[in-house]
């Protein structure tokens, strides 16, 4: 697939006002339900002990195998391990062949879909039937699953009511119980004339030869209990060890898939079942590899195998919202998917797929199996750039962003060659191929005089304690007013902050692009230049970059073998901070003292990486109270803005719908400022108002902390 031709999927699923209803819905009603499932459970406990369970299972595997396959056939099944797609097709194809099998029945299966099974067996004269109702549909419909566990989530009412219609060749209303109905009358006989079901199973037992399947409609127990020959498709994954490692799964997938505390039908198949008739059933167990021993056997993927195909990790992601799977995936969906699908052998597809994660991490609070998806997908990219090497202009990128001299004087001349578009503080248009990049937000000029120029004219007492500032790209080169504000606070609280001037980009955009090389030589340009101040602590405003400092440095440089610097980058991590917790500490030990005044009521966008990687949420909107602001809470505030660092200048036509609903969500608050603790984020929300021409002030949690100091309220803006 080309660049071009994904840009038009991805233009086409943003123009369907269905697909846009549909996945915005489910949505916003997710997180409502799930959480309601969990009361009363400790979450964190139980998928603590499934990534256990599952991380186990997938350091031993050839023994799980050895134990289920003995298991399961003394209690009369047959098993077989199977290495690839094409091999299990091959069985499949070739066992109903020779049992005369002319009618197949099939509940919901994505290992079958993974293997492009209903391909295969209707190529070779078999009539396959999915019986799930949404997988039904797909297959009516002549499409693939758009995600894991709800496969026609993306089609209306009124579309599966003209996929029925032409099915049974009568118009049929827009009535859900009737279409069901229909659904019910039309699949009944495929059970009754089956002579194979097909199944998956979401748990296999190894040590009493269990299948586990968890389903809603029922359709599952008929299949596999029917016809006289089932087939199960069972990927090496879902192997545990004991019966007892049931339960965690149990409580967990429904309560993440679906919200629902249990699902209406949870079958456990031990050993062949007797036909209706009395005579033995034939059960068939197909264990599927298809690269799974290779991923058990990577030390970084082996994580992915934790994975319980919840599908958890879509309902919460904001790009699947906009795109949906058939964008975001292939076989298998989203942020998972996309590392399912690199290992699975569709690695062309998952060049771009892979690109749509935006990194904001909201998949990993909330996965059963604790899987860093958005880290393996970094490494994905890593893995591309290292067997293909990095496109040219972003190679030729990166050469300058690695010379900081260079980088930094192309910063200072670029804002001279601005001036004919700046206006305001803004450049709202730019010429010719660069117009997109300001299409539905105002980007920040360029300062006339960087951060770096203006600290040195920053009066400061000598502080008893001191922090050297991190100021980034943005906060030096953009907006060196919000590092001003930085100084004043912290010098408020008695911290005498310094500015290594030899700091320069933090690698996180050659990162999270995979080009690890260039992120460990900004990692070791900046481990000098910080080590050398006897600091306290290395404070940030922004939390990209603090996550950078804290955790990045030292996995960027034990990838790319620099392991001397480890040591180094840890010594650094034990000192950053971010500006927010820095400053909740000086209030908490007396240092800094904010006088509590009546001011205007605010709301509090949390940045991705300040919340979910940093854990830090609470504490500005703290200080904020302290103040004397009202924080008026936004729906969906910690919901990513659609910055994402580069990421708005790759995907723009994403970025914009992203943009368009958080800025809907503040203003629908009434407060006439929103805060928040990201440069990133000012940039992409000042920008998307002032494109709007709103009144809807937008700023860093620094910039009205020194006003509260400085007691100068603003007067507040109208809403």
Known sequence: MTTMTFHKEIAEALGNPDLAGALGRFYEAYPVSRAKAYQGIDFEAVRTRIAEVKGDAAGRLPELVARFTKEAEARGARVVLLKSPEEVRRYIVGLAREKGVKKVAKSKSMASEEVHLNKALLEAGIDVKETDLGEWIIQLAGQRPSHMVMPAIHLTKEDVAEI????????????????????????RPAFLEADMGISGANIAVAETGTLVLVTNEGNARLVTTLPRIHVAIVGLEKLVPAFADVVPILTALPRSATGQLMTSYVSMITGAAPNTDGTPKELHVVLMDHRRTEMAADPVFKEALQCIRCASCLNVCPVYRHVGGHVFGDVYTGGIGTILTAWTGAMERSKEIQGLCIQCGNCVGVCPGKIDIPELIVEVRRRQVKDKGQPFVQKAIFKVVNNRRLFHTMLRSASLAQKPFEKDGFVRHLPFFLSGLADFRSLPAIADRPFRDTFKEIPQKKGTRKAAFYAGCLIDFAYPGMGEDVVKVLNAGGVEVTFPEAQTCCGAPARYSGAYEVAAQNAIDNLEALLAEDADWVVSACPTCTTALAHEFARSLRSTG???????????????????????????????????????????????HLKRTLHVSEEPRALLRKAGHEVVEMKESDTCCGMGGSYSLKFPEISKPILQKKLANIRDTKAGTAVMDCPGCVMQIRGGFDKKESPVEVQHIARLLARALAEEPPAAPES
């Open 562 to 608: 620099k392991t001397e610097w480890v040591a180094k980058a840890e010594a650094l991590a034990s000192k950053v901070i971010d500006f927010s917790s820095l400053v909740s500490k000086l209030v908490e030990d007396g240092s800094l003292k904010i006088d509590s005044k009546k001011l205007p009521p605010v709301t509090y966008h949390d940045s991705c």
């Open 164 to 187: 029925f219609s032409k099915e049974v060749g009568e118009r049929l209303a827009t009535d859900i119980p009737r279409l069901v109905k229909v659904a019910r009358k039309e699949l």
